[in-house]
């Protein structure tokens, strides 16, 4: 998108999106001044909380100005920031035609944008969930084997290959830090706390826990997990913020789809050494 050249150039950005959120910090970063619109109270919808407030403290010090409880289906013109040069959707711009000016291009109910992500508008934008689809890469790869599986008629545990679920997928929003996301991540109210190593790990008694764990690459880890008292506990979602917590729930996901459940710790101890992960199961 945009670099400020001379002159600094006025971004407004509709978000609700990860991908708007990373393009607001690439924006701002090359000295654009960014102002983002958000419908919630919130930077996207179903990321886990603490993890979504340090985004926002990393948005403010990029000098992003954040408005929020904008929505989308109501926002006209006068509501962007004066002297906006340009407009960047991170949600299906349809709602925006009558209210923000001209018209613009739509085919088959989307906008068209170019591969510029420019639409017929020249100060309009669009990106992630505004161009259709999902676009995020790990969502891409199991798209094309699911699609591979089904063509070839594989067989999985003995039953066709089930189709995709989306919830299991292992998504990264491409800020930096990157934040990577996967399963059921949840607040709970914790009640204990100890110390494993060099683990800084919260839990509470009831059937949801979750552990917090320090990276070495500066990141953080979050894990939560299901208690079974007759079973083992099963790993239900984790997200966290680095490369290396990146990498410990990319090993989850992989465990999860190869096992076809839920992973327990026993599994991680048998199939994976991921650091964290091994002290993670080792601690609880």
Not at 61 to 71: A, E, F, K, Q, R
Request: neutral net charge; glycine residues 8%.
């Amino acid at each position: 998108l945009g670099c400020s050249k001379g002159g600094q150039i006025n971004w407004a950005v509709v978000g609700g999106d990860g991908m708007a959120i990373a393009q607001c910090q690439q924006l701002a970063q090359r000295g654009n001044a960014v102002t983002l619109l958000l419908p919630e109270r919130c930077l996207v919808d179903g990321l886990y909380e603490p993890i979504d407030r340090h985004l926002q403290n990393l948005l403010e010090i990029d000098g992003i100005d954040m408005v929020w409880n904008v929505s989308p289906s109501t926002l006209t013109a006068q509501q962007l920031p004066p002297q906006t040069d340009h407009i960047l959707l991170g949600i299906p711009p349809v709602p925006l035609a009558s209210s923000a000016g001209p018209s613009f291009a739509i085919q088959n109910g989307r906008a068209i944008a170019n591969r510029h992500l420019q639409t017929t508008l020249p100060y309009l934008y669009l990106c992630g969930s505004a161009l259709g689809g999902h676009t995020l890469p790990a969502i891409a790869e199991v798209e094309a084997l699911t699609a591979i599986a089904h063509g070839l008629r594989k067989q999985w545990r003995g039953n066709a290959f089930p189709p995709i679920d989306y919830s299991t997928i292992p998504w990264t929003l491409p800020t930096n830090p990157s934040v990577t996301q996967w399963g059921h991540i949840g607040e709970i109210n914790y009640n204990a706390n100890y110390n494993a190593n060099y683990n800084n790990a919260n839990y509470n008694n009831a059937n949801h826990q979750v552990a917090k764990i320090h990276c070495n690459d500066g990141g953080s880890l979050w894990v939560m997990w299901l208690q079974n008292w007759r079973s083992q506990s099963k790993i239900i979602g984790a997200a966290g913020i680095g490369q290396e917590a990146q990498q410990a729930i990319h090993t989850l996901s992989t465990l999860q789809n190869a096992l076809g459940r839920s992973p327990t710790f026993t599994d991680i101890l048998r199939c994976t050494s991921e650091t964290w992960l091994k002290q993670l199961a080792l601690s609880a």
